[in-house]
């Protein structure tokens, strides 16, 4: 069964930064590129930022130039570096393979992102 604990979420003013973690148990972080999602409330959850195992990286544009993704592969932990948080940033930020479904692959709880003055 795979394992996916998100932390460091937390409240942030507008302007400020966070850094995400996320640390992986069991072979998909090994071999499959990995992604960034949120699921802000009373919307549906989208996707922020994917890194392939050779570290190429995509981001949905509303981040672009914000946020950066990036991964150890040793350690089987994936980070998310918010800079510039925005309001509509806030949401509930998960973590999983890129095209992760959320009814057939395990999810971890999520890492809450509020970001207000």
């Known amino acids: 069964q795979v394992q996916l604990v998100e932390s460091g979420g937390g409240l942030v003013q507008p302007g400020g930064s966070l850094r995400l973690s996320c640390a992986v148990s069991?072979?998909?972080?090994?071999?499959?590129?990995m992604a960034w999602y949120r699921r802000a409330p009373g919307k549906e959850q989208e996707l922020v930022a994917g890194i392939s195992i050779g570290g190429s990286t995509i981001y949905v544009d509303s981040v672009k130039g914000r946020f950066t993704i990036s991964r150890d592969n040793a350690k089987n932990t994936m980070y998310l570096q918010m800079n510039s948080l925005k309001p509509e940033d806030t949401a509930v930020y998960y973590c999983?393979?890129?095209?992760?479904?959320?009814?057939?692959?395990?999810w971890g709880q999520g890492t809450q992102v509020t970001v207000s003055s």
């Open positions: 999983n393979r890129m095209a992760a479904s959320r009814e057939y692959d395990d």
């Open positions: 069991g072979s998909i972080f090994s071999i499959n590129t």
